[in-house]
């Protein structure tokens, strides 16, 4: 089967956030030793035995050796994007790393810098997930945890960010290692909440007296899917079509607007949803 070339919209979302991750690790991260989990944390705790060699070298060859474990034990297929968004990882943190040197901290302000060494991170791994990739690493490791446990891969990176952040605890001083652990939870909080609004969608159930003219904008001008059914008012106990979608927030707001005007008598209700599943929509 033939592979389809990679849109534009998706090679530029995946770059912009393996930038992300790289620019939280580099500038923040590394300077603090905050060791918040994966590759990067684990090279920051490698770097404190080793001191000869730098956190971002250590991160090309664990993701290196990580990438080949995921091709002899998962899969030769397991994923381009994570092969690219890793690759480009490692090498954006040796570029910086030669372009803007640093030896300190950023600022003296470690709990703001922790705030970014997180929050900037977790962005960009979130738009990665929604892209169906990821910077590799423990990501592979967790794979590999699932293919020969009975964890899945959530608990299976809960388990592995846990164990090299509570490791810093004892290579660090305490605030680093508290730090640390810390920005474990604030990174998976952070994940959750950008990937749920990434994926959020509309829910619009609208009670007209014009189905034909609201069904036909939302197939012919929005090109999205629409399904109506007759119901009857409690109240009225008049005949009333119900026309249900599922858009985004803009193509809802036009739909909403539309509605409005060809029927002031109507009733919409638009619902929040985060998990839609179909054509158009995710694949399950």
Same mark, same amino acid.
């Given at each position: 089967?033939?592979?389809?070339?990679?849109?534009?919209?998706?090679?530029?979302?995946?770059?912009?956030?393996?930038?992300?991750?790289?620019?939280?690790?580099? %500038?923040?991260? @590394?300077?603090?030793? $905050?060791?918040?989990?994966?590759?990067? /944390? +684990?090279?920051? !705790?490698? *770097?404190?035995? #080793?001191?000869?060699?730098?956190?971002?070298?250590?991160?090309?060859?664990?993701?290196?050796?990580?990438?080949?474990?995921?091709?002899?034990?998962?899969?030769?297929?397991?994923?381009?994007?994570?092969?690219?968004?890793?690759?480009?990882?490692?090498?954006?943190?040796?570029?910086?790393?030669?372009?803007?040197?640093?030896?300190?901290?950023?600022?003296?302000?470690?709990?703001?810098?922790?705030?970014?060494?997180?929050?900037?991170?977790?962005?960009?791994?979130?738009?990665?997930?929604?892209?169906?990739?990821?910077?590799?690493?423990?990501?592979?490791?967790?794979?590999?945890?699932?293919?020969?446990?009975?964890?899945?891969?959530?608990?299976?990176?809960?388990?592995?960010?846990? %164990?090299?952040? @509570?490791?810093?605890? $004892?290579?660090?001083?305490?605030?680093? /290692? +508290?730090?640390? !652990?810390? *920005?474990?939870? #604030?990174?998976?909080?952070?994940?959750?909440?950008?990937?749920?609004?990434?994926?959020?969608?509309?829910?619009?159930?609208?009670?007209?007296?014009?189905?034909?003219?609201?069904?036909?904008?939302?197939?012919?001008?929005?090109?999205?899917?629409?399904?109506?059914?007759?119901?009857?008012?409690?109240?009225?106990?008049?005949?009333?079509?119900?026309?249900?979608?599922?858009?985004?927030?803009?193509?809802?707001?036009?739909?909403?607007?539309?509605?409005?005007?060809?029927?002031?008598?109507?009733?919409?209700?638009?619902?929040?949803?985060?998990?839609?599943?179909?054509?158009?929509?995710?694949?399950?």
């Amino acid at each position: 089967m033939k592979r389809m070339p990679l849109p534009f919209k998706d090679f530029f979302l995946l770059t912009f956030g393996t930038l992300l991750v790289a620019v939280g690790v580099y %500038f923040f991260k @590394f300077p603090n030793d $905050f060791s918040t989990g994966g590759v990067s /944390g +684990l090279s920051i !705790l490698l *770097g404190r035995v #080793l001191p000869m060699v730098s956190p971002s070298f250590l991160v090309a060859v664990i993701n290196v050796l990580f990438l080949l474990v995921g091709f002899f034990f998962i899969s030769s297929d397991f994923g381009a994007r994570t092969v690219y968004c890793t690759l480009l990882f490692s090498l954006s943190i040796q570029g910086m790393e030669w372009i803007f040197p640093l030896s300190a901290p950023i600022t003296d302000q470690r709990l703001l810098e922790l705030i970014f060494s997180v929050c900037l991170p977790a962005i960009g791994t979130a738009i990665l997930f929604h892209q169906n990739a990821s910077t590799g690493g423990t990501d592979i490791a967790a794979m590999l945890l699932r293919k020969f446990t009975s964890l899945d891969i959530g608990k299976s990176m809960m388990c592995i960010d846990f %164990f090299i952040a @509570f490791a810093a605890l $004892f290579l660090f001083d305490i605030e680093t /290692g +508290l730090f640390s !652990l810390f *920005g474990v939870f #604030l990174n998976s909080l952070v994940i959750d909440y950008v990937t749920e609004n990434l994926t959020r969608r509309k829910s619009l159930s609208i009670i007209t007296s014009h189905p034909e003219e609201t069904c036909q904008y939302i197939t012919t001008h929005l090109r999205r899917g629409a399904t109506a059914w007759q119901a009857r008012g409690a109240y009225t106990q008049e005949n009333v079509a119900v026309v249900l979608t599922a858009l985004n927030r803009m193509q809802a707001n036009d739909v909403r607007k539309y509605v409005k005007s060809i029927d002031p008598e109507s009733f919409v209700i638009v619902s929040n949803t985060s998990e839609i599943f179909g054509k158009g929509f995710e694949k399950s």
